[in-house]
């Protein structure tokens, strides 16, 4: 008789509930291994992938792509590999091949219980639903094949084969963009979409339901006050394609945001209320001796702040650096929910879409979020007195939204203003 192991969606964090299942990266029949990834899923946060506790062969897939549920259901169900090779005859069956490393638990255990991985759970309460069997077509499921979730939906949309396409990414990552090249067929959307006629509808769900209501609560509990300056940034410009050609920043892409960032970690040191929180249940001011520097980043599915943990501690190399990174991955979608917690203070950078400046608002369990403009080539007087004069320079708009109930407009001005004389003249930071 073949045993088998269901797999329920575990708790990833943060307190979630439900989440969507994304992309199969399996298909009934194949053999997997402890913490090989089974599926990715689209929780309020972001989309994870999951490794499977789990060494077998996947016998069903219980849900379908598309499909909510709930914590504690059961996805997948998986077989032990052994009895699933084993022949009728017990005399002539095989002896079972060790299992190295994570997978050394006996079967008697593994049937048990689950192997624990890193900041997994389940929860047995959770609402189970109805199983349902998905069978993953053989073309389109491309399992061992390198691919991004959007392109193994567009891989399975079209009928391609993962296998025979050729990655243009060093990586060997498929992408859409190769899918494309290979079809000239347009990349699908990330939502499920359903025309009515003249109409095109797409259910509100995931990330963009949780950060629409997290936009709806902060505009209408906290009392925002946005104040802005537009700043000749040319010599910030000429700083930025001067660290550009310095080697200590070889591995980093240097962009005016950074020097931004490090103008407001500065600015934060003579203004630390700027960096506060209204505790509004304890009825005080909760002043962060640290600065976690969120960097709100436009992805498919909404959008994502992840945060750069203690900014403040680090080096202009190390700030670019994590900077780079976090929004590398949040471009993917696959911002983890640890990342894009504890934030306490935010940049928007709105200037790469060619807009001049706006009024953000404020990311929930912050006090003040700072929009950057776009860097525009235009006519600013320069000089004083009789050498007065007009000449073409880089200029941007600077924008702050803050909370009302503490940050009076002194301090907000005053913060704004240092952000403002920094990316003005950097050599000013020495000052702070």
């Not at 691919?147 to 993962?162: E, I, M, N």
């Not at 203004?271 to 001011?285: G, K, L, R, V, Y």
């Not at 993917?332 to 060619?354: E, L, V």
Request: proline fraction near 7%; charge should be negative.
């Amino acid at each position: 008789m073949v045993t088998s192991n269901e797999f329920k969606l575990p708790d990833v964090g943060e307190g979630l509930t439900e989440a969507e299942i994304v992309e199969w990266h399996v298909a009934v029949g194949d053999v997997i291994k402890v913490n090989d990834p089974v599926c990715d899923i689209e929780t309020a946060k972001s989309v994870v992938e999951l490794p499977s506790p789990y060494a077998g062969v996947v016998q069903e897939l219980l849900v379908e792509v598309g499909t909510e549920v709930q914590v504690g259901t059961p996805i997948i169900r998986i077989g032990d590999p052994v009895e699933a090779s084993a022949p009728s005859s017990e005399a002539s069956a095989p002896s079972p091949e060790p299992v190295s490393g994570a997978e050394t638990n006996t079967a008697a255990d593994e049937h048990e219980q689950p192997l624990t991985l890193v900041g997994y759970g389940s929860k047995e309460d959770a609402v189970v639903r109805r199983n349902r069997t998905v069978s993953a077509p053989a073309a389109a499921a491309g399992t061992g094949v390198l691919a991004k979730p959007t392109a193994r939906k567009l891989a399975r949309d079209l009928g391609v084969d993962l296998a025979t396409v050729t990655p243009e990414r060093d990586d060997g990552v498929i992408t859409t963009a190769d899918l494309e090249a290979l079809t000239n067929a347009p990349a699908p959307s990330e939502t499920p979409a359903t025309s009515t006629g003249g109409e095109r509808r797409e259910p509100i769900k995931g990330l963009r339901k949780q950060m629409g209501q997290a936009m709806v609560d902060s505009a209408f509990t906290l009392p925002h006050v946005t104040i802005w300056t537009t700043v000749d940034v040319t010599r910030t410009s000429e700083l930025v394609a001067g660290l550009k050609a310095n080697r200590d920043f070889a591995d980093v892409r240097v962009s005016p945001l950074l020097i931004v960032a490090k103008a407001t970690l500065l600015a934060m040191r003579r203004t630390p209320i700027i960096n506060s929180w209204w505790d509004e249940a304890a009825q005080e001011i909760v002043f962060k001796e640290y600065v976690n520097l969120g960097i709100a980043a436009a992805t498919p599915r909404g959008l994502q702040v992840p945060n750069v943990k203690g900014a403040d501690r680090m080096t202009l190399v190390e700030l670019g650096s994590a900077i780079n990174e976090l929004t590398d991955v949040a471009r993917t979608g696959k911002t983890p929910p640890a990342d894009q917690t504890g934030g306490t203070f935010t940049i928007t950078n709105i200037g790469p879409f060619g807009i001049d400046g706006g009024a953000p608002i404020i990311n929930p369990g912050e006090s003040a979020i700072l929009s950057v403009g776009a860097i525009k080539r235009q006519p600013w007087i320069v000089g004083e007195g009789d050498d007065e004069r007009i000449e073409p320079r880089d200029v941007c708009t600077l924008a702050l939204s803050f909370d009302h109930r503490h940050i009076d407009g002194e301090a907000g001005s005053r913060f704004l203003a240092d952000v403002a004389r920094i990316v003005g003249d950097p050599s000013t930071a020495l000052l702070f």
